[in-house]
């Protein structure tokens, strides 16, 4: 398949609600599958609601486990290709683990590990190189949880790892609108890649009131913004084409002249001219 629908859903899962987050959730799958999507991105933590309460703790699943099976059935019911991220159990605790699911099941899952502001007291950090990338019916994707999507070198890893599709399910706060608009489009640019990047939009409610930018987006490889949905819950949809992830890393290849700028293991920075 060179070309399909993708969908970013702009979402926010109230904390802590499990049932009535995926009860919501479906509703959008199954209106993005009515429209003739193959891929859906879901912002983060969704169905437990973006939370640092210590009872999200309480919410942990196993993976497989209840969460990651009832969206593999919602995969293969609606042949869907769809990208979140999950408050996972795991020996260290708790961990926010971005998970790609097909109608096939889970198809791959990496913890997060740029962790933001104080999610490290919540969260146990993924482990480096532990990257979600597959090859799925709609093509690789690679994911990029919200505040790792900022660093250039989570994509390129993702890129070189072949994503042609970089997920990324965020919880971006209002306050770096400025950044997300900026890297949603440089990662996109940078990689020769198509970017979907689904957000949470106005305020979550109390006890402790986050307020995020919204913007949800899809981008092109040559960094075009598609579809943006600045505000409300909802989901905007565009047409990808694969074909031009080719295209674009042969009209700026960034990838195959990587070699020629980054230096090789062993060698150290040095400046080509002395002062």
């Known amino acids: 398949m060179t070309a399909f629908r993708a969908v970013a859903l702009q979402f926010t899962g109230v904390p802590l609600e499990l049932a009535a987050n995926r009860s919501r959730l479906e509703s959008h799958l199954r209106v993005a599958a009515a429209g003739g999507a193959r891929l859906v991105v879901v912002p983060e933590l969704a169905t437990t609601g973006y939370t640092l309460s210590p009872e999200l703790r309480d919410l942990s699943e196993e993976v497989p486990g209840p969460t990651t099976r009832w969206m593999s059935a919602m995969a293969a019911e609606l042949d869907l290709t769809i990208v979140t991220s999950i408050a996972a159990r795991v020996r260290e605790g708790v ?18 590990r740029g962790l933001w502001g104080g999610e490290p007291a919540l969260f146990a950090r993924g482990a480096p190189g532990e990257w979600a990338v597959a090859r799925t019916p709609v093509g690789r994707v690679g994911v990029a949880i919200c505040y790792e999507a900022g660093f250039p070198e989570v994509a390129r890893q993702l890129a070189l790892a072949g994503a042609e599709i970089i997920a990324v399910p965020a919880a971006f706060g209002a306050a770096r609108l400025h950044a997300w608009r900026l890297m949603t489009r440089s990662r996109a640019l940078e990689n020769g890649c198509f970017v979907v990047a689904a957000n949470n939009t106005g305020t979550s409610p109390a006890p402790e ?58 060698s150290s920075l040095r400046p080509a001219v002395r002062p």
Do not use: M, W
Not at 223 to 251: H, N
Not at 253 to 261: F, R
């Open 95 to 112: 961990s926010n683990l971005g998970v790609i699911v097909t109608p096939d099941g889970i198809a791959a899952g990496g913890a997060k």
């Open 209 to 266: 009131p986050i307020a995020f930018c919204g913007h949800s987006t899809i981008v092109d490889p040559t960094g075009r913004p598609l579809q943006t949905l600045p505000e409300g819950e909802g989901q905007i949809s565009a047409l990808i084409d694969l074909a031009l992830v080719a295209r674009a890393r042969t009209a700026i290849p960034y990838l195959a002249d990587l070699t020629h700028v980054t230096p090789s293991s062993g």
